[in-house]
C-alpha cells in the first residue's frame, strides 16, 4: 500500500467524522483560541486540577470504604484501638489507612486536594472580583464560580464527616444544634437529616450519597458550563499596549498553552503529593470512634467553615420566647449571618452594576487602585472572614498566646465591627494615595537619584520619563471622581 493510498484514506474518514460531527471546523476555531499570560489566570488552573486529583482519589477511596453506622468490633493494624466498638465506617477508614497499601497517602492526598481546592477558588474569585472580570457579560460566568465555591464547602463538611471519628461527630453535633435553633421546624429537619435522634443510624450513609454522587455531579456540571463560558466570552486581559476590549494578546491554545497546562498539571498534582506524604492531616486514629457522650478537645473544622463556626462562639448565648416557642439567637443569627455573608460576594457583580449604571461590556481588567471602592469593599470582606476564623479557634488562640478565652471572645466581638470599617477606610485611601503616585509618575516621569544644578543655582531631581508602554498600563482607565480637578467656584 503506498503513502498515497494511506493519506487519502485517512482524508476520507476524516471527512466522513467532519462531515457529522464537525471536528475539524470546531478544532480549527477553538485549537488556535488565544490565552493571554499573567500568574494569576494560574489560580483557576490549581482549581481545577486539584478537582481532577479528588474525583481519582475519591474514586480509589470508594472501592474500600464502607458507608455503614453498624457496629463492630475492630480487629486491625492500629493494635491501641483492638477490641473496641466502632462503626463500619470508621473500621473501613482505619482499614484503609493501615491495611490497604497506599491507602492513607490516598486519604490525605484527598484530604488535601480539598483544602487546596476550596483555597484555590476563593483565591480565584478574588482575583475576579479586584480586578473586575466578574463584569457584564460574565455576571452568569461569576454566579457559577460562586456556586461551586458555596457548594465545595458542603462538600468538605459531608466528607469529613463520614469516618465517624470522635471529630467528625463533634461536627455533626454542631450542624444538629443549628437545625435545631430553626423556628417551629428545627425538630422536623434534625429527624429528617439523622433518621431519628441524634446521631441517629442514617447519617453517613445519606452523606455518603450526597458527597460521592450528588454533589459531585453538580460541581462537574458546573465546571464543564464555567469553561464552555470562559471560551465563548473569549480571555480577559490586563490594559497594556496593543491590548483592546476586542482582541486578546497571548499564546494559542495548540500546541503551547496545552503543553503549559498539561506540565502545571503534573505541577499540581506532584505538590499536592508531597503535601500528602509528609504532613499528616486529620488522623482518625488519635480521635478514636465516636461517641454521644463525649466531645473531642480542641474541635476545630476545615479552615474554609472555621468562621461559621467562629460566627456562632463569639456570638452572645441569647434566647427570647415568643408565641410559645423558644428562639434560641445564640445560633439561629449565626446561621443566618453565615449565607448572607456568601450571598454579597455571590450578588456584588448585580449591586455594582446598578449602583455605577455601567451597563458596557468589559473584557479588559481593572487595576485595583483604580477602583478604590471595589477593593475596600473586598478587603473588608476578607478581614470580617479571618477575624470570624480567629474566633472559630478561640479556644486554640487563647491555649497558645496564654490569654483567657474570653478576653478572647470579646475581642472578636468587637474587631466583628470595627475591622472592617477600619480597613475599608484605609484600603481606600491606600488607592487613592496609589492613584496620585502613577499620576505623578505619567505627569513627571520616574525619579533617578540624579540631582542637577541649573544655571541660576537651584539644585532639581533629574526624572526620567516613562516608556510609552508604561504610559499606556497607567492612563488606560477612566479618572476616578475622586481625584478628577475642579475649577474653583466663583
Known amino acids: 500500500m503506498t503513502a498515497t493510498e494511506t493519506s487519502g484514506r485517512g482524508e476520507r474518514v ?24 499573567h500568574w ?19 474514586v480509589y477511596l470508594t472501592l474500600f470504604f464502607h458507608p455503614s453506622m453498624n457496629e463492630v468490633t475492630y480487629h486491625g ?71 461551586l465555591l458555596f457548594l465545595g464547602l458542603f462538600e468538605g463538611l459531608f466528607g469529613y464527616s463520614l469516618p465517624d471519628d470522635l471529630l467528625s461527630g463533634t461536627g455533626l453535633r454542631f450542624v444538629n444544634g443549628a437545625l435545631l435553633s430553626v423556628p417551629i421546624v428545627g425538630t422536623y429537619l434534625s429527624m429528617f437529616l439523622f433518621g431519628g435522634e441524634f446521631p441517629g443510624h442514617d447519617i453517613v450513609a445519606r452523606f455518603y450519597s450526597l458527597h460521592i454522587l450528588l454533589i459531585p455531579g453538580i460541581m462537574a456540571a458546573l465546571v464543564v458550563a464555567h469553561l464552555v463560558l470562559v471560551v465563548y466570552h473569549k480571555h480577559t486581559q490586563f490594559a497594556g499596549p496593543g491590548r483592546t476590549e476586542r482582541n486578546v494578546i497571548g499564546t494559542p491554545f495548540m500546541p503551547v498553552y496545552l503543553a503549559k497546562a498539561g506540565g502545571f498539571f503534573f505541577l499540581v498534582f506532584g505538590a499536592l503529593t508531597m503535601i500528602a506524604a509528609v504532613a499528616t492531616i486529620n488522623p482518625v486514629w ?91 469593599i473586598g ?12 474566633g472559630g479557634g478561640n479556644d486554640i488562640v487563647a491555649t497558645r498566646l496564654h490569654l483567657s ?7 472578636v466581638r468587637v474587631a466583628v465591627f470595627v475591622l472592617p470599617t477600619v480597613v475599608f477606610i ?23 537619584g540624579l540631582i542637577k544644578r541649573l544655571p541660576h543655582g537651584e539644585y532639581v531631581e533629574v526624572h526620567q520619563p516613562l516608556d510609552q508602554a508604561e504610559l499606556h498600563t497607567l492612563t488606560a482607565h477612566k479618572q476616578p471622581g475622586e481625584l478628577v480637578e475642579r475649577e474653583p467656584q466663583p
Not at 79 to 101: C, K, Q, W
Not at 379 to 390: C, E, H, K, T
Open 405 to 411: 478565652i474570653n478576653t478572647v471572645t470579646w475581642t
Open 77 to 147: 493494624s492500629y493494635v491501641p484501638l483492638n477490641g473496641i466498638r466502632m462503626s463500619e465506617a470508621y473500621a473501613s477508614t482505619l482499614h484503609i489507612s493501615f491495611d490497604v497499601r497506599g491507602g492513607l497517602l490516598i486519604r490525605q492526598l484527598h484530604h488535601w486536594a480539598a483544602l487546596v481546592f476550596v483555597a484555590g477558588m476563593l483565591t480565584h474569585m478574588m482575583r475576579h472580583f479586584f480586578t473586575g472580570s466578574f463584569r457584564k457579560p460574565r455576571e452568569i460566568n461569576w454566579l457559577f464560580g460562586w456556586t
Open 14 to 37: 476524516a471527512d466522513w467524522l467532519d462531515g457529522r460531527l464537525g471536528i475539524h471546523s470546531l478544532g480549527r476555531k477553538y485549537l488556535r483560541k488565544v490565552f493571554p499570560d
Open 286 to 376: 488519635v480521635y478514636g470512634p465516636f461517641r454521644p457522650d463525649q466531645v473531642s478537645t480542641g474541635a476545630q473544622p476545615d479552615w474554609y467553615l472555621g468562621f461559621a463556626e467562629g460566627l456562632v462562639r463569639v456570638m452572645p448565648g441569647w434566647e427570647i420566647t415568643l408565641w410559645g416557642h423558644t428562639l434560641v439567637l445564640g445560633v439561629l443569627i449565626p446561621i443566618v449571618v453565615f449565607p448572607l455573608l456568601l450571598v454579597f460576594i455571590g450578588v456584588y457583580p448585580f449591586l455594582e452594576a446598578r449602583v455605577t449604571g455601567d451597563k458596557r461590556e468589559h473584557h479588559l481588567l481593572d487595576r485595583p487602585r483604580n477602583r478604590p471602592v471595589r477593593t475596600a
Open 40 to 58: 494569576s489566570f494560574l489560580l483557576g488552573e490549581i482549581c481545577l486540577y486539584s478537582f481532577v486529583v479528588l474525583i481519582l482519589t475519591g
Open 426 to 448: 484605609v484600603t481606600r485611601r491606600i488607592c487613592l494615595g496609589l492613584q496620585l503616585r502613577d499620576r505623578d509618575l505619567v505627569l513627571h516621569g520616574r525619579e533617578t
Open 379 to 390: 478587603a473588608a470582606w476578607i478581614s470580617l472572614y479571618l477575624i470570624l476564623l480567629a
